[in-house]
């Protein structure tokens, strides 16, 4: 059975920084490419990254991009998303999804002051 377990959020100010985890098992997440998405409240998902099975290619959403950095550690099976310079609009339930696209339960980020 696939299973995605992100955790890491939490409640932080704006400009405030935070590193997500995802611990991945039930398949062979050294095969996958895998990514994150994230869902604001009343809004539909937004894909944010994207990590080649590897670790060598990365893509992100220009909202994003320059400050999130997404990394693997295929020793561990786990996913990571640094966020750095967080902002209100960062809010979001966050989601790691593998490339058969399967989420996890989701980790809360809420960013106020």
């Known amino acids: 059975e696939v299973q995605l377990a992100e955790s890491g959020g939490g409640l932080v100010q704006p400009g405030s920084s935070l590193r997500l985890s995802c611990a991945a098992s039930g398949f062979t997440f050294g095969s996958y490419d895998m990514s994150w998405l994230r869902q604001a409240p009343g809004k539909g998902p937004e894909w944010v990254s994207t990590i080649s099975r590897g670790g060598g290619n990365t893509y992100y959403a220009d909202s994003v991009k320059g400050r999130f950095t997404v990394s693997r550690d295929n020793a561990k099976n786990t996913l990571y998303l640094e966020m750095r310079s967080l902002t209100p609009e960062d809010t979001a339930k966050y989601y790691c999804?593998?490339?058969?696209?399967?989420w996890g339960q989701g980790t809360q980020v809420t960013v106020s002051s």
């Open positions: 999804v593998n490339a058969e696209g399967s």
